[in-house]
């Protein structure tokens, strides 16, 4: 563990986890209409804002996570909505979104784990 985990940033963390969950059960549905996309966006608006206000030193110890990837997304989705290609998203949330889930339940694992010593 490189960097302490301020309750700020374990709070970010776990609403990362959230929008996994949710994430996930997008996944499960049969639908992919324009409400599930939206939601899609949506989750990856919070996740992408939740990075952002990580603090640096915790980012930086965790240089395999491709924070700034996942912040300029978060961008794109909010500010840039003409340019979303829904077939990019969805295969972001396929293939990425569990590695993600597996680095930040990392964290917490290691933090935890830290914190009981």
Known sequence: MN??????????????????ALIEQLLRQPSRDR???LALERCFEIIGEACRHISRPLRKAYPAIPWTSIIG?????THD???????T????AEHKI????????GILDEHNK???Q
Request: aromatic share 4%.
């Open 3 to 20: 960097a302490p985990l301020l309750d700020t940033d374990k709070e970010r963390l776990l609403h990362i986890l959230e929008s996994v």
């Open 35 to 37: 409400i599930a996309q």
């Open 73 to 77: 997304l978060r961008n794109i989705v």
């Open 81 to 87: 909505c003409d340019k979303v290609d829904m077939m």
């Open 89 to 92: 998203i969805w295969d972001i």
């Open 98 to 105: 569990p590695a993600l889930k597996d680095w930040i339940k």
């Open 114 to 116: 830290g914190s009981k």
